[in-house]
């Protein structure tokens, strides 16, 4: 049969590669064309186009790129009518995905979405979209299967979050070669600013204004990999602070505690067990049209997961260096490190299901025949 798959970030990229390694394996004729970054290229398949020419975020920042977007869409359209997949598959990317898949239901596609758009954060009306436009949805966080059911009467299949077993897996791997980053006795702390150029920009300023209350600690960059080394070299003159690209979980399994922007990195961070500060900062204008229209007493999956306040969150004018600086020490003391490290665990119990590459392909495979 023949996939068409949408991730538009490192994440997507992630979790699109794990579910083409399952499609393959369960259907050796698969033929594969999408929209993603290097670990799906890797996987097999034709790439259309890498997720870094996608990358924008917050509102205004998609406002002023608009020409960019609507001709990624237009381009996208065309490609697909060229195709003729017996299958759409749309990972996450709800902004993007979302519109497409509206069009190619129309056109008659078979729409299939991975990772649910999060309209229990904002935009709930969407559910008249989902409802109208997908063929089957499958959702990733415990209390997301309750909440399409018991809110709006819209069944879907739970599978789990597919970080679980790809983390548990690297959890267990035994190292080789430690990167020379890595080679020290001094604590190491981990810096995951995103793995998007505007908010890396906005978060790593904020960042570098805490290392020098640290002299006895190591600050490690977690380098994204749809950006180039070159890049960071901005933020790395500092001589207390080194990088790793494309090596974030490696970081993490040395790494004494964490500074995070939010999203999947979050998560990723308490499944390696690394006690964590989750900051955020979008521009101005993007931060008070969100502040109206998303209802979340959260920002991290962790915290939403787990329905209170397990790490603490530094929001726009409450991130700053000196607000960072404080919350770090916090995260030196034993007592509060156990009760992080118990929370991260009642996470992992929490979300249950593994195995969720294999069960959506499955499931994908089994509703085409």
Same mark, same amino acid.
């Given at each position: ?22 499609? !393959?394996?369960?259907?050796? &004729? ?16 034709? !790439? ?17 790129? !608009?020409? @960019? ?23 996450? =990317? ?12 129309? *056109? ?45 009467? =819209? ?30 006795? *001094?604590?190491?702390?981990?810096? /995951? ?28 960059? &977690? ?41 999947? &990195? ?9 006690? *964590? ?12 049209? &969100?502040?109206?229209?998303?209802? /979340? ?6 915290? /939403? ?14 991130? @700053? ?6 919350? /770090? ?6 007592? !509060? ?33």
């Amino acid at each position: 049969m023949k996939y068409y798959i949408i991730a538009g970030e490192a994440s997507g990229d992630l979790h699109g590669s794990n579910l083409m390694l399952s499609l !393959l394996k369960q259907d050796a &004729a698969a033929e594969i064309r999408f929209w993603g970054g290097d670990k799906m290229a890797a996987a097999g398949g034709s !790439l259309v186009k890498h997720y870094k020419e996608l990358a924008f975020m917050g509102f205004w920042e998609v406002f002023i790129n !608009l020409r @960019t977007v609507l001709g990624n869409i237009s381009f996208c359209k065309k490609d697909i009518l060229d195709f003729q997949p017996d299958v759409m598959v749309y990972i996450d =990317y709800p902004g993007f995905n979302m519109r497409i898949a509206a069009w190619a239901k129309q *056109q008659g596609f078979c729409n299939h979405y991975y990772i649910s758009p999060q309209i229990w954060a904002w935009k709930e009306n969407r559910i008249k979209k989902i409802k109208r436009d997908l063929d089957a949805l499958y959702v990733i966080l415990p209390f997301e299967k309750d909440y399409f059911w018991e809110k709006h009467e =819209y069944s879907v299949e739970y599978v789990g979050h597919p970080l679980v077993d790809v983390i548990r897996k690297e959890r267990n791997q035994k190292e080789v070669n430690i990167p020379i980053e890595l080679q020290t006795e *001094q604590p190491i702390i981990a810096l /995951l600013p995103g793995s998007r150029k505007q908010e890396i920009l906005k978060m790593m300023p904020v960042f570098l204004n805490v290392i020098n209350a640290f002299p006895d600690y190591r600050f490690v960059l &977690a380098g994204a990999p749809g950006l180039d080394a070159e890049w960071y070299k901005q933020f790395t003159n500092h001589p207390s602070v080194y990088m790793l690209q494309n090596q974030t979980y490696t970081l993490l399994k040395h790494s004494f505690a964490a500074i995070v922007t939010s999203g999947t &990195a979050t998560l990723e961070t308490a499944l390696f067990r690394v006690p *964590q500060l989750v900051c955020y900062k979008s521009s101005p204008i993007s931060y008070a049209i &969100a502040k109206r229209i998303i209802k /979340l007493k959260y920002i991290s999956l962790v915290n /939403l997961i787990m329905d209170k306040e397990i790490v603490t969150e530094l929001i726009q004018e409450k991130c @700053t260096a000196d607000s960072i600086q404080q919350e /770090l020490v916090r995260l030196s003391d034993p007592m !509060l490190r156990e009760k992080i490290l118990q929370n991260y665990q009642k996470i992992e119990q929490k979300i249950g299901h593994t195995n969720a590459s294999e069960q959506v392909a499955q499931f994908i495979i089994a509703k085409l025949k």
